[in-house]
């Protein structure tokens, strides 16, 4: 398009791409960018394209696409999905609003904090920056945007705009508008003004978006990801989706049916990823799931997409351990479906802590309609049922959290004893309040490991969470759609998996032995 598209939407190289088809694969974009060399980069994280246009995109920027073109702000030939190394081909004196998604911008995200913790431990140097932080300054320094950026407006969105806002980063880095919240909601009259030439605040919150305004994509989304559900109404104090409020669920007819369309016809996806939430609350009112309507649900689209040949899937992605333990025969019913034929997945549960006290204090949603005191027989109780029905739980659990004492770390240590047996990763994730991002993230991520019981309790995490991972390396990389690729990566990474659970083992002996020291000392010493 010679004179370049009027919107034009992209994201950073590493949110963009759907490594290879596989998008678990993902989580290497918090590695420092010295480990992943240029042409890794573009091989490793391809974004498949046609004249600039990407062939498929983060679902996030899907929405944004549709919801423009649903609102009449431009029309279809008005505004693309780029792929953020071809800005060239879609960028041009046209142009008026380069619109960002961003997943991490800084590399202040839990997913970097745990790469820093596996390096550190593990005796690998960590230099440079995070490279999905690399690949979102890589957008903005395009040569593209650089040339055109007199006359065009960046806008950045996504789930980890705080890190700019909360850094002051969105004015040093010449951002003009940062939209948080649902873009649904008020979007598409952001953009309308914008492109009208008005002049807006630098910062727009935006409201939860009705179920109704919500558009069927346009653009088919990475991973086959459809989403079901949107919020939890659990209300934890940290978590994002309790912006949302309340759980919403979005029809299967004339909404979710279509977009598993869109995503096998236009994006040739095999495995349809049901997005929630908590997917075993689907069409819930409240705390209490809805059998009848999850397993409605699941049916529908487990025919809709064996309608297209028997080797296409369904799966799903986030529960709770509460609602696992309240509905076992819906968990089992729903496994019957997305794990037949003895198929294992992954699905991801937000442990956080095994403190029954801040349980209490922070999250007490969580747990219902059981007491905050059940809650570690719980998690122990819902990880053995999915495993008893195929699936590999992804159990977050978060150090540092606000008021956390050293008894609350020995509950997350009891708990790690509980379920050393069964098929879980457990990563420890770093909580940061946002006010101390600026200049001590490095120092809070030092400090966490240096202390001997946080210290403990999260290589010991680390070292269960690799055991798990070398044992199901095969799940992680089965959707790589380039044979010998998904061949070499599953070899490789069983292998480093193996090598990083023998260095946490050193590493948890130098611990209790008193002989970790914090990076500076270390750099020190070798200086002299």
């Not at 053995?384 to 540092?400: C, E, F, K, P, S």
Request: proline content about 6%; charged content about 25%; aromatic content about 8%.
């Amino acid at each position: 398009m010679s004179g370049g598209f009027k919107v034009v939407l992209t994201a950073e190289g590493a949110t963009a791409s759907d490594t290879l088809g596989a998008s678990v694969a993902g989580f290497i974009s918090a590695l420092p960018d010295s480990y992943i060399k240029p042409f890794i980069a573009r091989a490793y994280f391809r974004v498949l394209s046609k004249d600039g246009r990407a062939l498929r995109a983060p679902y996030g920027l899907s929405k944004v696409e549709a919801a423009l073109i649903e609102r009449g702000v431009v029309s279809p030939d008005e505004v693309v999905i780029a792929s953020p190394y071809e800005l060239e081909k879609v960028i041009g004196p046209d142009t008026r609003v380069l619109g960002i998604y961003v997943m991490d911008p800084l590399g202040l995200s839990f997913g970097s904090g745990i790469v820093y913790w596996m390096l550190r431990l593990a005796g690998l140097p960590y230099r440079g920056m995070p490279f999905i932080a690399r690949s979102f300054l890589d957008v903005l320094s395009h040569p593209a945007v650089r040339a055109h950026r007199g006359h065009l407006k960046i806008v950045v969105g996504g789930p980890a705009t705080w890190q700019l806002t909360d850094t002051g980063m969105h004015r040093k880095l010449g951002i003009d508008l940062v939209y948080e919240g649902e873009f649904e909601s008020i979007g598409p009259e952001v953009f309308r003004r914008l492109l009208a030439g008005e002049r807006l605040p630098p910062i727009v919150s935006a409201p939860p978006a009705r179920i109704e305004d919500v558009p069927i994509i346009r653009t088919p989304a990475n991973g086959g990801i459809v989403e079901v559900t949107r919020g939890c109404g659990r209300g934890c104090t940290f978590c994002t989706p309790t912006l949302s409020g309340m759980i919403k669920s979005f029809p299967f007819e004339g909404h979710i049916d279509r977009e598993i369309r869109v995503n096998i016809e236009r994006g040739r996806m095999k495995d349809i990823n049901l997005h929630s939430d908590e997917f075993f609350r689907y069409g819930a009112r409240g705390i209490d799931p809805n059998p009848e309507k999850v397993l409605d649900l699941t049916r529908k689209a487990y025919k809709l997409v064996k309608s297209y040949g028997d080797d296409y899937t369904i799966s799903t992605d986030f529960t709770t351990a509460a609602v696992v333990v309240q509905a076992p025969d819906l968990v089992k019913e729903v496994a019957d479906y997305i794990n037949e034929g003895g198929r294992w997945t992954f699905i991801e549960m937000g442990i956080e802590t095994a403190s029954p006290r801040l349980i209490r204090k922070l999250m007490p949603g969580k747990v219902k309609p059981f007491e905050p005191e059940q809650y570690p027989d719980i998690v122990e109780q819902a990880i053995g049922m999915l495993n008893d029905n195929r699936w590999v739980v992804v159990g977050t659990m978060i150090v540092n959290l606000p008021g956390e004492t050293e008894d609350d770390v020995v509950r997350d240590l009891e708990l790690l004893d509980r379920i050393k047996r069964l098929r879980v990763m457990t990563f420890p994730l770093p909580f940061i309040p946002m006010g101390a991002l600026r200049r001590t993230y490095f120092t809070l991520l030092d400090k966490m490991l240096l202390d001997p019981v946080r210290g403990e309790f999260i290589i010991r995490a680390l070292m269960k969470a690799f055991d798990e991972a070398a044992r199901d390396m095969d799940l992680a990389v089965e959707k790589i759609e380039n044979g010998l690729a998904r061949i070499f990566l599953d070899r490789l990474g069983r292998r480093l998996a193996n090598m990083l659970v023998g260095r946490y083992r050193e590493a948890l002996e130098d611990l209790r032995a008193r002989r970790l020291r914090p990076a500076a000392a270390e750099a020190e010493a070798a200086a002299r």
